[in-house]
């Protein structure tokens, strides 16, 4: 994926881009709290109708599909290492569990509890080994296919 966003990076003006990269941060950092186009384009230095289109040119969706994605894969990430679904719905920034159910099945092709308890099949984990992260890409690599 890293190949494709550089390739799609090169559309946009390089001065652009370092706000562009500087919101997709903000995004990945604060993820869990409400981001609207209008604070992003303001981390960005741009317009939001500007920063909409700039973003979109560059990284082949929209900021609110991304920051929908960025929520997903953190929640999943926390529905892997025992969350619970209504936790990890509320850690990510959803404010309603059957918004957050939907987005997640439309997604992942499955409820996030069909995920969880798939992937709680796979391996349980010792409670004295809980607090050890897995990383997802480890996770990716040595599990069977998600979907």
């Known amino acids: 994926?890293?190949?494709?966003?550089?390739?799609?990076?090169?559309?946009?003006?390089?001065?652009?881009?370092?706000?562009l990269r500087r919101a997709r941060?903000?995004?990945r950092d604060d993820f869990a709290s409400d981001l609207d186009v209008r604070r992003?384009?303001?981390?960005?230095?741009?317009?939001p109708f500007?920063?909409?289109?700039?973003?979109?040119?560059?990284?082949?969706?929209t900021p609110g599909r991304f920051v929908q994605r960025v929520?997903?894969?953190?929640?999943?990430d926390l529905l892997v290492r025992?969350?619970?679904?209504?936790?990890?719905?509320?850690?990510v920034g959803y404010a309603s569990l059957g918004s957050f159910s939907a987005t997640f099945h439309r997604h992942f092709a499955e409820s996030p509890r069909a995920f969880a308890q798939r992937v709680r099949a796979i391996g349980a984990v010792p409670a004295r080994l809980a607090?050890?992260?897995?990383?997802?890409?480890?996770?990716?690599?040595w599990s069977p296919p998600l979907v």
Do not use: D, N, Q, W
């Not at 994926?1 to 370092?18: D, F, K």
């Not at 025992?82 to 850690?91: I, Q």
């Open 71 to 76: 929520r997903l894969e953190r929640a999943r």
């Open 40 to 47: 992003l384009a303001k981390a960005a230095g741009l317009s």
């Open 50 to 61: 500007h920063f909409v289109r700039s973003f979109e040119s560059a990284y082949g969706m």
């Open 25 to 27: 941060e903000l995004v």
């Open 1 to 19: 994926m890293a190949p494709r966003i550089a390739h799609r990076e090169s559309r946009v003006p390089t001065h652009l881009l370092v706000g």
């Open 82 to 91: 025992g969350t619970s679904v209504t936790s990890a719905c509320f850690e």
């Open 131 to 141: 607090a050890v992260y897995v990383p997802l890409c480890f996770f990716r690599r």
